[in-house]
């Protein structure tokens, strides 16, 4: 639909896009893809060409992009495909289109966390290669460690206690820190 030949098109909207890639993406050809994919994708969804498409009235354009925004697709997503929206609008000369992406929240999951039971842990530890992986699934699963904690445990802070063979292990508060 875009008639996308190497780093040209008979469209002219196009053919501003892929100069601007050529120029700042350094020949990206997964950027000409990622681009032109989604530019295709607006086109598709609104039955117009990449040329109509730009000589729409602005207020038309940020409707067509919020719509754009389905739910089922992850925040990420959205971003990108505002972005890239934004930079084929802006190249062609519509700098007025400014549709704000969505924030992506610090700590996003689109899936909801999974924490393994008890029997999918030790199954894990027995799946791990050596001693070493083996002992660090089970006490991040058992013992309730972050990883950075974790990492930063040694031998030397709990080799008293596994030596007078406590079944109970203090770690040292200032590793917890």
């Known amino acids: 639909?875009?008639?996308?030949?190497?780093?040209?098109?008979?469209?002219?909207?196009?053919?501003?896009?892929?100069?601007?890639?050529?120029?700042?993406?350094?020949?990206?050809?997964?950027?000409?893809?990622?681009?032109?994919?989604?530019v295709?994708?607006?086109?598709?969804?609104?039955?117009?060409?990449?040329?109509?498409?730009?000589?729409?009235?602005?207020?038309?354009?940020?409707?067509?992009?919020?719509?754009?925004?389905?739910?089922?697709?992850?925040?990420?997503?959205?971003?990108n495909t505002v972005n890239i929206l934004k930079t084929f609008f802006r190249v062609n000369g519509l700098k007025d289109v400014e549709v704000s992406p969505p924030s992506i929240p610090s700590r996003?999951?689109?899936?909801?966390?999974?924490?393994?039971?008890?029997?999918?842990?030790l199954e894990m530890g027995e799946a791990a290669g050596n001693l070493r992986d083996k002992s660090m699934i089970l006490l991040m699963a058992f013992s309730g460690l972050r990883v950075s904690t974790l990492l930063a445990l040694r031998y030397k802070d709990i080799k008293d206690e596994l030596e007078k063979g406590y079944s109970i292990i203090k770690i040292p508060q200032c590793i917890l820190r």
Request: hydrophobic share 30%.
């Open 40 to 79: 295709y994708r607006l086109c598709a969804r609104f039955n117009m060409d990449p040329d109509t498409l730009v000589k729409m009235p602005k207020n038309r354009i940020k409707e067509m992009i919020k719509e754009m925004r389905e739910k089922g697709n992850s925040l990420q997503y959205i971003v």
């Open 108 to 121: 996003y999951r689109k899936r909801g966390e999974y924490i393994p039971t008890p029997s999918e842990a």
């Open 1 to 38: 639909m875009l008639r996308i030949n190497g780093w040209s098109s008979s469209y002219r909207s196009v053919n501003n896009l892929l100069a601007y890639l050529r120029i700042k993406k350094s020949d990206s050809e997964a950027a000409r893809k990622t681009y032109g994919s989604t």
